[in-house]
């Protein structure tokens, strides 16, 4: 059956006139607003959940998610443990790389980049499915937020193949205690190369990961830290590394006892610096993992790391220039708790800063990307097409694509270009044609896209929308409306 236009705006009013959500609980436009931020973007299914729970009911059921496990977003066969993934890796790489020049050893160097493309491509798929169709919006975003703060770079060395690994260990912690993200970020193998903490030794230090995980992981780069110090802590990270061979090195009798294989991380004694240190003023006696466990403690703890934590929160949840009181008041949580996450946005996301807030923030092209899959099939999970698989990168943001260690810009000036604005609008195109398509083949009742905004539209995009001649156009004109890019 096919819907003209006219069809569709009748619809849009009959839906918000007498939509069971209306008759459970009045959703004011705030509301919409504000589930525009707790979530990626809001759709029939978040306006359901929120008019059963309320804003602090829903607000609970966020910072408290469902199980990890949802079959329905897990799709496809379970995970290669990354120890065994990396061990058969590098028994092929050394195997080709013994061969002659010829057709053998350039198939087989072909398949190892097959196979380290397919692999990225998954873990892709899997965390944009996840962002589109979980429930979970607020620990979808926090998985994008704590990807992007722990940043790796998925086009370095044999990154690729690790950065679903590297999501999955850090994703049961989104909500959860700093001290816990910090830590399995520093012993997973794909920041260890990332940041090139596998070259850093005694006697031939590398400070590459030390600077960036006071700078960029912890205290921020006015965090009173001086070159001497992350020297220092260079030192203290020393002997940390990936081995993705699996075979032990060569190590003196009097360290093997201290070598430690966990999966890929590997710590070697014999690349350890012993020497005490003074790391910020603080004596550090020589003794090998004893002395990271120490200084992970240290710069979780800090109430300098409170603070930049805190901000940076801020700046992704409500405003690109931090207000100072909800700063002091998310930095005595961060405090109080422990560096307890979910608390921490508790105060951030029930503030009447972020209730000021709402409505003023411009989507970063990852935001804006998903927001669109969202409202248009965001029901029950099904397969993106390749095409909106790659909205967020072909907007210039692609998932696990930060080449620079500082991650993605979080402020509006970044991203609200003329050419990104033409790029969404181009984007916006092709998405409406697509939702035309599936439309004709099985209409629903979600048919106006556009109609759960309606109360956020001002009247002259509606006049906009109402004027097009055709379905497909007025739903990219909604997409490319100053509404719909901010939230």
Known sequence: MKRTLLDLIFLCILLTVVSPVVAETTI?????????????????????????????????????????????????????????????????????????????????????????????????????????????????????????????????????????????????????????????????????????????????????????????????????????DVQELARILTGLQANLSGAPPKLPKDREAEYVLDGVFQYNPAHHDYGDKTFMGRSIKGRGLDEVNEILDFLADHPVTARFISRKLIEYFVADTPPARLISAATATFQRTQGDIAEVLRVILDSPEMEASLGKKFKSPFQYSISALRLLHGGAPSPLPPNELRLAEQLGEPLFGRTTPDGYPLVTAQWATPAQLLGRIQSADRLAKRWHGDMQKAPSSTDAPWCIYQPLLSSTTLQAISSQPEPTRAVQMFLSAPAFMYR
């Open 28 to 228: 004011t436009a705030s509301d919409l607003m504000w589930l525009n931020r707790v979530t990626y973007g809001i759709n029939q299914q978040t306006i359901e959940a929120f008019s059963r729970l309320g804003r602090a009911g829903f607000l609970n059921a966020q910072l408290q998610p469902s199980d990890e496990t949802r079959q329905e977003l897990n799709s496809g066969a379970p995970e290669r443990p990354l120890n065994d993934l990396q061990k058969e890796r590098s028994q092929r790489r050394q195997h080709a790389n013994t061969l002659p020049p010829g057709e053998e050893k350039s198939r087989q160097l072909i398949e190892l980049g097959l196979e380290r493309t397919q692999l990225i491509r998954q873990a892709t798929e899997l965390h944009l499915t996840r962002a589109v169709y979980s429930p979970d919006q607020l620990k979808e975003q926090l998985a994008w937020f704590w990807f992007n703060h722990f940043t790796v770079h998925g086009g370095k060395g044999d990154i690729a193949t690790m950065v679903g690994n590297y999501e999955a260990a850090l994703r049961p912690h989104l909500l959860g205690k700093f001290k816990d993200l910090l830590r399995i970020s520093l012993h997973h193998p794909a920041m260890l190369i990332y940041l090139d903490n596998t070259q850093n030794r005694a006697g031939k230090i590398n400070e590459n990961y030390a600077r960036e995980l006071l700078e960029l992981h912890t205290l921020g780069i006015d965090g009173g830290y001086t070159q001497k």
